[in-house]
């Protein structure tokens, strides 16, 4: 059977204006733009076929269809909302979910520790992980918010909101019986420059920045994973370019030093990104509003 009554949204927006007799009023008390609302009443009358307001300088007033209509679904609507109120669980007993994606080291050695921060703000959001296929992009449709690396050059799709979060900057790291041979950026020419396969123009970049000569730089080892390259530098296999936010655990305990404060940016970094239609409001809006808020404090 073809359904012949119109969606809610369009009903309690043609109710709102009824009893405020405004359009902005009427959106005001439902919490939506005035133009939501205007467009919703305009697919009620296109759903109808006729007008159900007449519009002046004062506002709008209900045509003598709009009055019989409001006089046969006023209270029919009016049930369904105190059904559905005495119904629903309440707000604490509630689950809602997140489908998260994050770069994998990025997300072990600096999302993970910070997570709790995030539960403790919502302890009814449940966060469910999903890995990164970067080779794809059907994965997308599986996850809700992800995180990943800005390629120079190449554009986000149009329909996905990215936001810079952290990551641009890169520096050199060893293990502190390294770090006593290194009295100067050149000396770093002598040491195993380890690095990462992805991105092996980083030690030329760095090199430059501080003043030497890269057009000599023979690198050392190289991993594919950035989480092997920071054990590699962490047991003194040599000195690894890094961002500094990927090694806070071991700069903290004395396992990596930074031989030189010089951080340069690559114009990459981490961003944070969905889709432009998500729910701000809801799980994927309320974790990137975090996420952005502690990213902004902590890099100051």
């Not at 269809?65 to 105190?82: F, K, N, S, T």
């Not at 909101?161 to 000396?187: D, F, N, W």
Request: with cysteine; glycine share 6%.
């Amino acid at each position: 059977m073809k359904l012949q009554s119109a969606s809610m949204v369009e009903l309690h927006a043609f109710l709102g204006v009824c009893r405020s007799g405004s359009m902005r009023r009427a959106a005001e008390q439902l919490c939506v733009t005035q133009a939501a609302v205007s467009r919703a009443v305009a697919r009620l009358e296109e759903h109808l076929g006729y007008p159900l307001f007449e519009r002046n300088a004062q506002g709008v007033v209900p045509t003598a269809c709009a009055l019989d209509l409001r006089q046969r679904i006023e209270p029919h609507v009016a049930a369904l909302e105190q059904a559905f109120t005495e119904l629903r669980k309440p707000s604490h007993q509630r689950r809602r979910s997140l489908r998260l994606s994050v770069v994998a080291t990025l997300g072990t050695r600096w999302l993970m520790p910070r997570l709790s921060q995030f539960q403790a703000l919502h302890p009814d959001i449940d966060i469910e992980l999903r890995q990164s296929r970067r080779e794809e992009t059907s994965w997308l449709e599986e996850v809700d918010v992800w995180i990943e690396i800005k390629r120079p050059g190449r554009p986000w799709p149009r329909n996905i909101s990215a936001h810079y979060l952290l990551g641009r900057e890169i520096t050199p790291v060893c293990s502190p019986a390294i770090a006593q041979r290194l009295k100067t950026p050149a000396l770093l020419l002598r040491e195993s420059l380890l690095h990462h396969t992805n991105f092996p123009a980083n030690w030329s970049l760095w090199l430059s920045a501080a003043g030497v000569a890269s057009e000599t730089v023979k690198l050392g080892g190289g991993f594919d994973l950035a989480s092997n390259l920071i054990v590699a530098a962490s047991s003194g296999m040599g000195v690894a370019v890094i961002q500094p936010c990927l090694v806070e655990h071991e700069l903290s305990n004395g396992q990596l030093v930074r031989p030189f404060a010089l951080t340069v940016s690559t114009g990459r970094g981490y961003y944070i990104c969905a889709r432009k239609s998500v729910d701000h409001d809801g799980p994927p809006g309320l974790f990137i509003a975090w996420i952005k808020s502690l990213t902004r404090t902590e890099t100051g």
